[in-house]
């Protein structure tokens, strides 16, 4: 969840769920599974940040246990969460 709250800029609400400070995107719940799944992620999300907050929001997603899967900066990176689920953190800049 920390990984999440950091790559989307979200808030917590409550122990298990994130919202869009400013209520436009969608509230995502983290649910607890019993047992680790090891197979390929299951989900894979694209966010798009203003290009001024790439590099600081790529910090924050790193320090909160992303992993850097993909290196395209500025334009974008790739980042996997803790448990292998994937996001592409992209800023639009160096695209024609």
Do not use: C
Not at 67 to 77: E, F, H, M
Request: glycine share 10%.
């Amino acid at each position: 969840m920390p990984f999440w709250k950091a790559v989307l800029g979200y808030n917590d609400l409550g122990q298990e769920d994130l919202i869009d400070p400013h209520r436009r995107g969608a509230p995502f719940w983290f649910q607890t599974l019993a047992e680790p799944r090891r197979h390929r992620s299951r989900i894979h999300v694209d966010v798009f940040v203003p290009p001024d907050q790439g590099e600081s929001t790529l910090a924050a997603a790193i320090a909160a246990g992303g992993r850097l899967r993909d290196d395209r900066g500025p334009a974008w990176w790739t980042l996997a969460d803790p448990v292998g689920n994937v996001v592409d953190l992209a800023t639009r800049e160096g695209r024609d």
